[in-house]
């Protein structure tokens, strides 16, 4: 009997498959109830495969990956998960215990820094990424791996990345040296930088505000995550207190009034708006719980 192309190709294809296997499992997704998994009801448990989309309606559920990350997504929640990583497209949710792996909302990457630290991140209505840290710091970088905050427990930030990507940055903070370099930690969102420009002998020890742009591929001095080179450097304070060259303390209050661009950028919580590689970025004030977004941090047992 002769067998014409398609069905020859057929018969190729059905072997293909039958060779490959079943997809193998990532892990389980569980809840109290129902909930929606690659557009199938389930309920009570789920396996859960790459690329698998889970979406939660009125209670949360917990995904337990095999390589030991845990989420909690909160109810009227979408993500999409993968073997190292799950991508947030609605609502909110909680990772923890990692093991490297990360949540990712609008292009930006949220890992907790160790393996005990725990991260809430929600979008807003606005369409930010909201992150609290609830356990040891939280480190949030952008598409490029730049990082461009570094959350601290129990403090709230919002994002604000740019559709495109970019190397703007806008950061103030006590301008130090060290070995020759000049550095400056964002008051903000707590990334340190080492700085490249004219006359900055002048403003060490001083509250400055900085805006520049990162410079792609230096290797910044120990103790920075980047090198940025200043564009245009303006003195917000007086001085640094246990910075070399200080002047008296002072500048807080100049440095809380520098809210230039704190409208253009969109964020609505904050006074002072940082921008790193292109992600705008500000402190919420009171965070996601007082917003009675998050539940307890009790684990899923469905029934």
């Known amino acids: 009997m002769k067998l014409n192309v398609q069905s020859l190709l057929a018969l190729m294809l059905s072997c293909c498959l039958l060779a490959a296997g079943p997809a193998p499992v990532i892990g389980v997704a569980k809840a109290n109830g129902s909930f929606h998994l690659d557009n199938s009801l389930i309920r009570g448990n789920g396996s859960l495969f790459e690329g ?59 890992t907790p820094a160790n393996q005990s630290a725990a991260a809430w991140v929600a979008l807003n209505p606005a369409g930010h990424v909201v992150v609290q840290a609830a356990r040891g710091p939280v480190d949030v970088r952008n598409r490029e791996g730049v990082m461009v905050a570094r959350v601290m427990p129990g403090r709230a930030m919002e994002f604000n990345p740019q559709a495109q990507a970019s190397t703007a940055t806008k950061i103030s903070g006590c301008l130090e040296k060290r070995n020759g370099n000049y ?93 790193v590689g292109g992600v705008a970025a500000a402190g919420t004030v009171g965070g996601m719980y007082a917003a009675g977004v998050f539940e307890d941090e009790e684990p899923v047992s469905p029934r």
Do not use: H
Not at 218 to 235: M, N, Y
């Open 52 to 110: 698998s989309v889970l979406e939660t309606s009125e209670i949360r559920s917990e995904l337990v990956l095999d390589r030991g990350a845990r989420l909690v997504m909160m109810p009227d929640s979408r993500t999409k998960v993968y073997s190292g990583r799950a991508v947030l497209e609605k609502g909110a949710g909680q990772i923890r215990e990692t093991s490297g792996f990360s949540l990712e909302a609008r292009s930006l990457k949220i």
């Open 183 to 275: 550095f400056l930690t964002d008051s903000t969102t707590n990334v340190t930088a080492q700085i490249r420009g004219n006359d900055l002998d002048k403003l060490v020890g001083k509250r400055v505000e900085i805006t520049g742009s990162l410079i792609p591929g230096a290797t910044p001095a120990a103790g920075a995550s980047q090198v940025v080179q200043a564009l245009e450097t303006r003195q917000t304070g007086k001085g640094c207190p246990g910075i070399a060259g200080a002047a008296a303390a002072g500048g807080a209050a100049a440095a809380g009034a520098a809210a230039a661009g704190g409208v253009a950028t969109g964020l609505s919580t904050a006074a002072v708006i940082a921008i």
